[in-house]
C-alpha cells in the first residue's frame, strides 16, 4: 500500500507564489519519478513537471518554465513545486504522481488526491 500525500495549495493573487509538497509512504521499494499534474474544470488532466529520483532529470511544462521549480528531499520521499508568478490560469486542482515500485513489485503510476490551487484577485 502507497500513500501520496499533497499539501500546500490555497488561493494566492496574481503574482504570488505557493509551494505544493508530496510525501509518498508506505511500502516503497523504489522511487522511479515524481511530479505534477493539474486539471482545470472541463480540461483533461495535465503535465506540469517531473523529477527523476535517481538522476534528478527534471522536465517542465512549457506552460511554467521560468516559473516552477521541482525539487525533492530523497530523505523523506517528497517532492516540492515552487510556483512563482502564478497567473490566473495556473487555477486547478494539482495531483501529485509516483512512478514507483512496491517490493517484488512492478513499476507502477500511483496518484495523489489532489489540492486545489486557485489564483484570484
Known amino acids: 500500500q502507497v500513500q501520496l500525500v499533497e499539501s500546500g495549495g490555497g488561493l494566492v493573487q496574481p503574482g504570488g507564489s505557493l509551494r505544493l509538497s508530496c510525501a509518498a509512504s508506505?511500502?516503497?521499494?523504489?522511487?522511479?519519478?515524481m511530479g505534477w499534474y493539474r486539471q482545470s474544470p472541463g480540461k483533461e488532466r495535465e503535465f506540469v513537471a517531473h523529477?527523476?529520483?535517481?538522476?534528478?532529470?527534471?522536465a517542465l511544462s512549457d506552460s511554467v518554465k521560468g516559473r516552477f521549480t521541482i525539487s525533492r528531499d530523497n530523505a523523506k520521499a517528497t517532492v516540492y513545486l515552487q510556483m512563482n508568478s502564478l497567473k490566473p490560469e495556473d487555477s486547478a486542482v494539482y495531483y501529485c504522481n509516483a512512478k514507483l515500485r512496491l517490493p517484488s513489485g512492478p513499476l507502477n503510476d500511483y496518484w495523489g488526491q489532489g489540492t486545489q490551487v486557485t489564483v484570484s484577485s
Open positions: 508506505g511500502s516503497v521499494f523504489s522511487i522511479n519519478r
Open positions: 523529477l527523476g529520483w535517481s538522476g534528478g532529470t527534471i
